[in-house]
């Protein structure tokens, strides 16, 4: 009997200090997750990764890879969009209160200095503008022109390199080291110029591997060039690189067979090609206002379309290479 009041007494000692430890072990999960709800609740909430489900679900590419625009205006324009976009969580045209007085993103300003400093100061300073052109609005008579932009948040990485054929077979696009020291927009000697095979190169060395998107546009560049340099670049980078079709224009004058010679380059490499004409042809054809608000430059609601369509691009071409998830 002795023998059993002690077994009896020992194993209730146990069950009571297992139910004070698992009480204490309550106390303290539950501790460790109200603070760190108090921590969520008082962690600002970062303004370029809205809680949107649609936001997410259309740009969690943007989150895999840096994005690297190369072009002109046409190139600027779409990235300047989607820039936007990024800061804001959703497209500047559809935003409440937007009207012909507003000063749009993706539109002419005028002016070069002010058309820098503002798209620049309506990205929420997530954009650093390695910016200047001497000259007036009107490109042709531009002296200097450098149009480099970085945006950087802790959720999107994008570039947007100026490139013309500025100086053939040297320099097709340049700028300066530390723009942040001067940005949106300075005078300054140059610090870098380089070729379009050298750019490249520098993207790689930089962001590693990237999207790397390149459209002539509307300037008359060494297509065959600047083509062939790309594809040769595809065969030996890590990088997606996406071959933004010519630009069309509203009157005619640039067809899609000017890009026949370019496809036939792109065979033999790793290019994607993003078919511009091949999304437009049915806005083209019924409406041109509907798609240009000049005769090279898109309306907003066209580049919100060239965004979307890189993004389905982008989404298909990083399946192939077996990405499932955002970075």
């Known amino acids: 009997m002795s023998s059993d009041h002690t077994k009896s007494t020992f194993t209730g000692q146990r069950a009571r200090w297992a139910i004070r430890l698992l009480l204490v072990v309550l106390t303290l999960g ?23 489900a649609g936001f997410e679900l ?86 200097e022109y450098i149009e480099n932009r970085y945006f950087k948040t802790p959720h999107y990485t994008m570039t947007f390199f100026q490139a013309y054929d500025d100086r053939p077979g040297v320099c097709h696009t340049k700028g300066r080291l530390f723009p942040e020291k001067g940005a949106p927009y300075f005078d300054a000697p140059l610090d870098w110029c380089y070729t379009i095979p050298a750019l490249l190169d520098h993207i790689d060395k930089t962001y590693g591997q990237s999207i790397i998107v390149l459209n002539l546009g509307i300037h ?56 511009t004409w091949r999304m437009l042809t049915d806005l083209y054809n019924a409406d041109n206002s509907a798609v240009f608000y000049d005769r090279v430059h898109f309306l907003p609601h066209i580049n919100k379309l060239m965004n979307q369509k890189l993004a389905e691009i982008v989404k298909r071409e990083l399946g192939k290479r077996g990405f499932s998830g955002a970075r």
């Open 30 to 52: 539950g501790l460790v997750f109200s603070l760190r709800a108090v921590e969520r609740s008082g962690r600002p909430k970062h303004p370029t990764r809205p809680n949107s």
């Open 58 to 143: 259309e740009f969690e590419w943007v989150m895999r890879r840096p994005i690297i625009f190369i072009g002109d205006s046409v190139t600027r324009y779409q990235y300047l969009s989607l820039a936007y976009r990024l800061s804001h969580g959703h497209w500047q045209f559809e935003e409440p209160g937007f009207n012909k007085t507003t000063e749009i993103i993706d539109r002419d300003w005028h002016d070069w200095e002010r058309f820098m400093r503002g798209t620049n100061a309506l990205l929420k300073g997530n954009e650093v503008c390695d910016c200047y052109r001497n000259g007036t609005w009107d490109w042709t008579k531009t002296v």
């Open 220 to 275: 008359g560049s060494d297509y065959v060039k600047w083509a062939t340099a790309f594809a040769r670049h595809s065969t030996r980078s890590g990088s997606i690189l996406i071959w933004k079709q010519t630009t069309p224009s509203s009157d005619g004058r640039m067809p899609e067979s000017k890009d026949f010679e370019l496809f036939n380059i792109f065979k033999s490499s790793k290019v994607v090609v993003m078919p």
